[in-house]
């Protein structure tokens, strides 16, 4: 007898859902190993990669532009290009380099002096790049980015996912005083509707096969969430912030499978600017 319609459909659901399950003790031995402190998991991690771009081991290294080139317009739009930008969680500085060729002065901080060597030496051929180890959800650290700085536009993409309730809203907290009353934020995260194996098979793990880089971050960093408009709204103070515009994105990842491609991951982006504007000290 061949099985059709509904009965498919749920046979599928429940294969599904048990690839799922036979992935978790691989998970969750895994995940064990993490250091519990997320500054010394980052640090821990960068400290180990071995190559970057399309061919490396960082799991949210495309190695291509396509993501950036897919927030150009509203980059151009919102963004004042006579500011420089700073890159919060820079990693190995990608976008930092990227972004570099739009704004005078391009910026990358990390909370990983070993992601910042890794940039250094990445960028040692881009002339208007420079870089800081910082955490930008510590005190003050908002306040020393005004300091040497000026003014500036800020560009985050994949840091506010991986922080708690907290951290979001102290790193939101200390970006208000770089933007100033021109500068804006423009954010773009991870936004996946699931839970985290799903989130994991959607990057091509299986229960015989984690691909490495996806392996690599499980077992090295802190478990990631999800961060869309409810998540932007908690940790983004309306007192002080005004929201410019929001959607839906795509974040893209090294590629994963025998295709080459990358994995594509949904996501949100948002540009927000100072309530306030020039009032801002």
Request: glycine letters at 12%; one cysteine or more.
């Amino acid at each position: 007898m061949v099985l059709s319609g509904p009965a498919d459909v749920y046979i599928g659901r429940v294969s599904s859902l048990i690839n799922k399950l036979l992935l978790l003790p691989r998970v969750l031995r895994l995940s064990a190993k993490v250091p519990k402190d997320p500054h010394v998991a980052w640090n821990q991690y960068w400290a180990g990669v071995e190559a970057t771009g399309a061919g490396g081991d960082v799991l949210w290294d495309a190695g291509d532009e396509r993501e950036l080139n897919g927030y150009l317009e509203r980059l151009r739009h919102h963004l004042d290009p006579g500011l420089p930008i700073i890159d919060v969680g820079c990693g190995h500085g990608s976008f930092t380099r990227s972004l570099a060729r739009y704004f005078p002065q391009a910026v990358g901080v990390d909370v990983s002096a070993h992601a910042v060597e890794r940039a250094q030496n990445e960028s040692s051929e881009v002339s208007n790049v420079t870089y800081r180890v910082l955490d930008c959800t510590a005190d003050g650290s908002g306040a020393a980015l005004r300091a040497e700085f000026g003014e500036a536009n800020v560009f985050v993409r994949g840091v506010f996912h991986v922080l708690d309730r907290r951290a979001r809203a102290a790193l939101a907290a200390n970006l208000h005083p770089v933007v100033g009353g021109r500068g804006r934020v423009f954010l773009a995260e991870t936004d996946f509707q699931g839970n985290g194996l799903q989130y994991m098979a959607h990057l091509g793990a299986v229960p015989g096969n984690i691909p490495a880089p996806l392996e690599r971050a499980i077992a090295n960093l802190p478990r990631p969430g999800h961060f869309g408009r409810p998540e932007r709204e908690a940790a983004f103070d309306a007192g002080q912030w005004v929201l410019c515009e929001d959607g839906a994105t795509s974040i893209e990842t090294v590629p994963m499978s025998p295709a080459g491609k990358p994995e594509r991951i949904p996501g949100y982006f948002a540009v927000l600017g100072n309530r306030n504007g020039a009032q801002t000290p």
